[in-house]
């Protein structure tokens, strides 16, 4: 059971760079229901806001993980999904205020789907290793 351990930690630290390329697309492939689900519980008259829901470019310091929100860089036009999130109050000049209550729609999506992307996650990463393992 040792030498088999010993085994398997040795082939994990031979990961590469293409091996975290593939965990990347399992992440990625795994987190679409969550995309799909915040992108149908968004209402928006104009669709930017449904638009620009969507995966946010990795950079060094975020490459180990997948980033699901709106977009605001580029040319997307996510930059009011915190209004919509969290809701705002509307002031009119004669002193009227209009609440607009917030639609989490992120974290509605998240919820109800999370079990199913972890799932799925797991089940792709197991064969990952297993392929990692018989090399």
Known sequence: ??????????????????????????????????????QS????????????IGFIERNRRYKNMVLIGPRTYGGWKGQHAYLIGKGFKIQRYD???TIVPGNNFM?????????AVKAQIEKDVFKLIEQQIKK
């Open 1 to 38: 059971m040792v030498e088999g351990f010993k085994n398997i930690a040795r082939k994990f630290k031979q990961v590469t760079t293409s091996q975290e390329a593939q965990i990347y697309s399992i992440m990625r492939k795994a987190a679409e229901p969550i995309v799909t689900s915040a």
């Open 95 to 97: 002193g009227e205020v």
């Open 107 to 115: 974290g509605y999506a998240l919820a109800q789907n999370a079990e």
């Open 41 to 52: 519980r968004v209402n928006s008259r104009t669709g930017n806001l449904r638009a620009s």
